[in-house]
């Protein structure tokens, strides 16, 4: 699993971020997000 951003051209090459096939690759980014904003708003004092 890659966490987002990606520095294209560098960490990553142009093709692989462009490949249909790898659009997984942006799925995962996006399901890290949740855990994150959990332990915050649980730090806050909020409710999930």
Do not use: S
């Not at 142009?14 to 332990?39: G, I, M, T």
């Amino acid at each position: 699993m890659h966490v987002m951003p990606i520095d294209r051209g560098n960490e990553a090459d142009v093709e692989l971020c462009d490949d249909p096939e790898l659009a997984w690759l942006y799925d995962q980014a996006e399901n890290r997000l949740h855990a994150p904003k959990a332990v915050l708003a649980l730090t806050m004092g909020g409710r999930l």
